[in-house]
């Protein structure tokens, strides 16, 4: 029996000076459990994410084989970052401004 894996890669080029953001999958790879911002789960460096029951089976990623670590939680928006930051920042982030 012949398997056929057909992978799909998305290239994401970021603008001169704007910091990309990491990408907060809302499920996991391997089984359908949702996944919150705030909630509990590991990454890989290519950003596969995975529920802690799921990382825990595995204790690798089964994409690539790298190392599987907490992924940070985001507890605020984007709204509530920018009402935060500084003018400059602000500036910077969205483009907006002088």
Do not use: Q
């Not at 704007?18 to 359908?32: D, F, G, I, R, Y």
């Not at 995975?50 to 605020?76: Q, S």
């Amino acid at each position: 029996m012949t398997y056929t894996l057909y992978v799909t890669y998305s290239l994401y080029v970021k603008p001169r000076g704007v910091a990309a953001m990491l990408k907060m999958k809302s499920s996991c790879e391997t089984c359908p459990a949702p996944l919150r911002d705030d909630a509990e789960a590991f990454i890989c460096s290519y950003e596969c994410t995975y529920c802690p029951t799921c990382a825990t089976d595995h204790r690798v990623c089964p994409n690539c084989a790298g190392e599987l670590v907490r992924r940070p939680r985001r507890t605020t928006g984007a709204a509530e970052i920018a009402r935060r930051a500084p003018a400059r920042l602000r500036r910077k982030i969205w483009g907006t401004g002088r």
